[in-house]
């Protein structure tokens, strides 16, 4: 099990034990590793999120999509993020974009 994965476990089970600021700080270390790990960005984001930290969770939800722009859970935290923070404009767009990909659609064609 490499280094990264190590830390993502163990950023999980902080969270899952509602350790929030260790989850956040593990996942934080795994992005640091490796700044393209989809999966670390969406988990800090809610964790961040959680911890009512909407700024910084933002900018870790809009990385997340920026890696996979059509992953529908992505684009769904990120409303839910934009909501917590009273941008209403921005989450309905990121909704919107969550609705196209819902429906099969994609919001980034392939090329």
């Known amino acids: 099990m490499s280094e990264l994965d190590e830390l993502f476990d ?9 350790e929030l600021e260790e989850a956040a700080a593990l996942y934080r270390r ?14 800090l984001g809610m964790a961040l999120l959680k911890l009512d930290k909407y700024k910084e969770a933002i900018g ?12 529908l859970l992505a684009w769904t935290s990120l409303s839910q993020m934009y909501v917590r923070d009273s941008n209403i404009p921005e989450a309905e767009s990121a909704k919107a974009n969550a609705r196209i990909l819902s429906l099969g659609g994609k919001v980034v064609r392939d090329t």
């Open 60 to 71: 870790c939800g809009l990385k997340a999509v920026t890696l996979r722009p059509n992953d």
């Open 30 to 43: 795994c992005v640091e590793i490796d700044p393209d790990f989809f999966d670390g960005w969406h988990a």
């Open 10 to 18: 163990d950023a999980n089970g902080a969270l899952a034990l509602g």
